[in-house]
């Protein structure tokens, strides 16, 4: 009796605490699928870890303290079509390349404490692009799809609508300039295209990136492309730093004799040798760099150059995974802020982590994510390298994509395989993430693909297309809101939810340099220096007979 009592306890035991000793019948329906996951941490199934993770965030929401000083500098990230769904891929990528489970990663910039959406159409378009997307994060002004720096009155292409001053937007970098502070950007893509020109161009087609891309009858009115606007007019003549690529855009469609860059442009003008003219005239010291040794090199240096203009591809600069002497996006921002740094008056530094945008559109996810890792990392760098006393740092996206994450795979699965619970009715299986659209077709003669037949995805090749359901020669944006991330001062202007050309106008806010000022825009000033300051010392009479005044009815008040 003993023993059979001792027997049926154990049997109960096993039973309760063996969670996979108990067989599950195959589900009949998606919904009723049954996970296997590899492991789940023991901590995580108790209540008491989720309670004590929730008070634990909770207690420090709770001593955050509102951050009304005065922002000295201000840097702004664009993950160029970093959606919310690539942001939870690219995280569960991130974990399960440490070997962890994934899921619970944390992007950097995921635990900034403030956060927001903003909605990113442009005003003709229900699902916008990176021009018009830039003028508005940049500009604070909404215009038209595939126009740059200009409102909504233009017409695109249109080179009188370009010409007339009364249409052009000016970037906060410009009203960061105009108030004496030092301004950069870094891209991964070229210098020129649609998001960084958001920083210093004015044009109606955004495709006019050299003098080769714009109509003949155009140039004749004066209508200037975007790198020559970039080298040769304010304010992009101005920036202290320029990093990215897009070298073709600057130079002469011929090959140099020093060099075996060929470029596009057709006025035979090298723009690098027009910007070292240009600081030549300035009697300012520069630098012209165009591989990552050169740039460590200046930026091991004692004696920064005063301008830094870099073009490290003749294209866009390569994918992290298949780069070679080339920096890295977090190498970049670390140039640019110790140059930036240097400015008393502080700086505004604009990022671009344009490639997320690139694999995106030809459907290849894993560079995609790997992309938005290395943009992560570079969030990391900027945050360690400042102080959020003084440094109001933004993270965002300009529009989303149409990947998706989806089909119920158990925890710890392979974001870039399929999915591990399940297939299809027709009996295959099928990836955990998948496109709307794109250049890879989901369905052949025989009905739809089965990728794990394809070798490039078995061996997570870089350039392995994932299936979409409408085949397209490139794969298109989202229209969904775009999260916004903040940490600094005014930090807590970018919650809730609100349109995208709100976001320079926060940022200008919390930094002075809008047309709206907050209490700590100027300095407070001690008795001592109330005492000594200007105002004082050229209005003494005023201050004199105050202080008589009071002098007197003391004594009246005492006699």
Same mark, same amino acid.
């Given at each position: ?381 900027? #945050?360690? &390298? ?5 440094? @109001?740092?933004?993270?965002? =996206? ?6 998706? $994450? +989806? ?52 061996? #997570?090749? &870089? ?5 979409? @359901?409408?085949?397209?020669? =490139? ?6 809101? $775009? +999260? ?56 003494p009479n005023k201050y004199f007979v105050i202080l008589i005044s009071v002098i007197l009815g003391c004594v009246r008040f005492l006699g």
């Open positions: 009796m003993l023993l059979a009592s001792v027997f049926i306890q154990i049997v109960f035991i096993y039973t309760v605490y063996s969670e996979d000793a108990v067989s599950t019948p195959k589900p009949k329906k998606i919904l009723d699928t049954v996970m296997n996951p590899s492991y789940i941490p023991a901590e995580e199934k108790h209540g008491s870890y989720w309670k004590k993770s929730a008070a634990e965030t909770l207690k420090a929401k709770l001593q955050e303290k509102i951050n009304t000083n005065k922002a000295k500098n201000g840097i702004l990230f664009i993950g160029d079509g970093m959606s919310l769904a690539t942001v939870m891929a690219a995280r569960t990528f991130g974990g399960q390349m440490d070997r962890n489970l994934g899921e619970d990663n944390t992007l950097e910039f995921e635990k900034f404490p403030v956060s927001g959406l903003a909605r990113t159409y442009c005003i003709d378009a229900q699902v916008p692009d990176s021009a018009c997307t830039a003028t508005s994060y940049l500009t604070g002004v909404k215009t038209k799809y595939g126009v740059i720096g200009l409102d909504g009155n233009v017409t695109r292409g249109s080179c009188f609508s370009q010409l007339h001053k009364g249409n052009w937007a000016s970037s906060i970098g410009q009203w960061a300039l105009a108030s004496g502070l030092d301004v950069g950007f870094v891209t991964t893509t070229r210098v020129t295209h649609a998001s960084p020109a958001g920083m210093f161009a004015h044009t109606s087609e955004r495709n006019w990136e050299s003098d080769a891309d714009v109509p003949d009858e155009c140039i004749s009115l004066g209508c200037q492309d975007i790198a020559r606007q970039l080298i040769m007019a304010n304010p992009g003549r101005q920036f202290k730093v320029i990093l990215g690529g897009g070298r073709r855009e600057f130079l002469p469609n011929i090959t140099t004799p020093l060099t075996n860059y060929t470029g596009r442009r057709k006025d035979g003008i090298d723009l690098t040798d027009m910007w070292h003219t240009d600081k030549m005239e300035k009697n300012a010291t520069h630098q012209y760099v165009t591989d990552r040794n050169e740039l460590m090199k200046v930026f091991n240096s004692d004696d920064l150059p005063e301008y830094l203009l870099g073009l490290f591809q003749n294209d866009h600069m390569d994918y992290h995974l298949q780069a070679s002497n080339q920096p890295t996006l977090e190498e970049l921002v670390e140039v640019a802020i110790k140059m930036l740094n240097r400015s008393e008056k502080g700086y505004f530094l604009f990022v671009e982590g344009g490639r997320i945008d690139h694999a995106h559109h030809d459907s290849y996810a894993h560079l995609a994510l790997d992309e938005t890792v290395e943009y992560a990392k570079a969030v990391k760098k900027a #945050k360690v &390298l400042t102080n959020p006393q003084d440094t @109001l740092i933004v993270v965002s =996206s300009d529009h989303a994509h149409t990947m998706t $994450v +989806a089909g119920y795979p158990s925890r710890g699965n392979d974001i870039l395989g399929v999915v591990d619970t399940a297939r299809g009715m027709d009996g295959k299986p099928y990836t955990t993430i998948s496109y709307a659209n794109g250049k890879a077709k989901s369905l052949d003669e025989s009905g739809r693909v089965d990728v794990t037949l394809h070798s490039e995805f078995s061996s #997570k090749a &870089l350039d392995y297309s994932y299936p979409s @359901l409408v085949p397209l020669d =490139s794969e298109t944006h989202g229209g969904e809101d $775009v +999260a916004v991330y903040a940490s600094g001062p005014w930090q807590h202007l970018f919650t809730a939810s609100y349109e995208q050309s709100v976001v320079p106008h926060f940022m200008a806010y919390a930094m002075c340099i809008g047309e709206e000022k907050h209490e700590n825009c100027e300095p407070k000033m001690s008795h001592r220096s109330f005492w000594t300051s200007d105002s004082i010392a050229n209005k």
